[in-house]
């Protein structure tokens, strides 16, 4: 018999098998078995009964103590992490923007920096790309490093960041060469100037307030950039993923790339799929400026359908939390709201209730979502983002029904508000294990500061599922653990 370090009894289990109701044993930072009555003599025993037990959540969007907006987003790894962790989140993916003038290596090397000695979960980075003319020979190298994700963005160029259609076309050429993947930030740069020079002026600001954020910023800016990136993509073959997707005309576009084997996938933020912007309309409306902001209400359905067909793939949170006072350095200017909003410690509750409970999605497809889907197209799975043998123990375990209020107050995160203030949520964790430790028990942090690790990847997108269509590399074998066999 294997002897088991943790068991955990009882649960309904979600795996890409299908859902048990049984137990899940746990051998070193390991599940090493799934079953149905698994000997737990020795074993520390988690009682599950009553509960679902999924996948630890990997967030693979996040924003960690980014400076943006001439600040600098207030939860770092510390308390990002552990906000993570009491929504289920185990894995998160943050971006590394090159200081200025820097390198690919030196966005990496700072962010590890902020991230060593402070993350209580597992972690890596998307590279973010700023300046392709300098920085397009160093991809290659990045990718040997074990970074296998990159960004870019079709907007900011006030800070530094804007990408044009040489340096997506020219990246998405490297990404097919290397078997990585590009992450697009897509909006359209030169529409929207127009539309906020056109408004910004003291009447309208008085006016319409935070409303112009939603007001500048209509749907066909972030459709239009889809549709160019979609086209690089379609020109080059090299696998793009556009990132926090807003509207109902992009989940169209890539619905159609999709069906003509276009290798570009989808993702959107959980904020996509609960607010609408009407949000703006209210006395903190600026609170919600994010970017893109939330649509219409008929885009949140739009989005939920895309969901359910398969041509939104991932849910994440864009998490880029800022505080009361930070948000109020806008004054009454739209444009100077520090642009982001808290979303870590609650995406698991959102999707769960609103997806799960609200009868648009099985638990199973959540999962899918949450978990399997990102790990897979992020390089990380089988090691992250299914319960199943062989993988990292890192679990969520939620009480089907029971609620809890959303409160800032009893939150780990910094943020001093939450654009879910007040609402009741099922699905925040009971317990949370990362490779096997228990690190939230009874809904409170209890692991330990800085026990999270960087994870190395070797491979990015559609392609790492597709063996036959791989380019030059491969999954190496000591990537993946070998199942314990029972004896
Ligand atoms: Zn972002």
Redesign the pocket.
């Known amino acids: 018999m294997t002897h088991f370090d943790t068991v955990i009894k009882s649960g309904n289990v979600v795996t890409p098998a299908g859902t048990f109701a049984g137990d899940v044993g746990i051998v070193g930072e390991k599940i090493a078995a799934l079953g149905l009555d698994l000997d737990t003599s020795g074993s520390k025993v988690i009682d599950a009964s009553g509960h679902h037990v999924i996948p630890g959540v990997l967030d693979v ?1 996040v ?1 960690l103590e980014l400076p943006f907006c001439g600040t600098v987003s207030a939860d770092d790894y510390r308390t990002g992490t552990r906000a993570g962790a009491r929504g289920g989140v185990t894995t998160v993916i943050d ?1 590394a923007i090159p200081p200025a003038g820097g390198t690919l290596d030196d966005a990496a090397d700072v962010w590890m920096k902020k991230a060593e000695g402070k993350s209580l979960i597992d972690y890596t980075f998307h590279i973010c790309i700023t300046k392709f003319q300098e920085q397009k020979d160093q991809i290659k190298g990045m990718v040997e490093r074990g970074f296998t994700t990159f960004k870019e963005f079709m907007i900011y160029e006030s800070e530094g960041w804007q990408s044009d259609d040489r340096a997506l076309f020219g990246t998405l050429e490297r990404m097919r060469d290397y078997g990585a993947m590009l992450l697009v930030h897509a909006e359209s740069a030169r529409v929207l100037d127009e539309l906020i020079s056109r408004y910004h002026t003291p009447e309208l600001m008085k006016r319409y307030g935070a409303r112009l954020h939603a007001i500048t910023r209509p749907n066909f800016v972030e459709a239009e950039a889809i549709q160019r990136a979609v086209q690089w993509c379609e020109a080059t073959g090299g696998q793009l993923y556009i ?2 997707m807003s509207t109902g005309e992009g989940a169209d576009t890539i619905r159609a790339a999709q069906a003509r084997g276009v290798p570009v996938i989808a993702e959107t933020c959980v904020q996509y799929l609960v607010l609408d912007d009407s949000v703006f309309a209210r006395d903190d409306g600026h609170l919600f400026a994010c970017c893109p902001q939330v649509k219409k209400p008929k885009d949140v359905e739009r989005l939920w359908a895309g969901l359910k067909h398969g041509e939104v793939s991932v849910i994440s949170t ?1 998490t ?1 939390t800022f505080t009361r006072e930070q948000k109020a350095m806008w004054q009454g200017d739209w444009t100077k709201i520090p642009m982001g909003m808290p979303g870590l410690e609650t995406l698991l509750p959102l999707t769960y209730t609103r997806g799960v409970l609200g009868g648009r999605i099985s638990i199973e497809e959540m999962c899918m979502k949450l978990s399997t889907n990102p790990a897979r197209i992020m390089g990380l799975y089988p090691r992250k983002g299914a319960i199943q043998v062989g993988a990292d123990a890192d679990l969520a375990i939620i009480h089907p029904t029971n609620t809890l209020t959303v409160s800032p107050s009893s939150m780990e995160t910094n943020a001093d508000w939450s654009p879910y203030d007040g609402w009741d949520l099922a699905g925040f964790s009971r317990t949370t294990l990362s490779r096997g430790d228990v690190i939230v028990d009874n809904y409170k942090v209890v692991g330990k500061e800085g026990r999270g690790r960087w994870l190395p990847r070797t491979t990015a997108g559609l392609a790492a599922n597709r063996a036959a269509s791989m380019p030059s590399t491969p999954l190496r074998s000591s990537d993946l653990e070998q199942p314990v066999k029972a004896s």
């Open positions: 969007h924003h971006f990132v926090h864009d880029c």
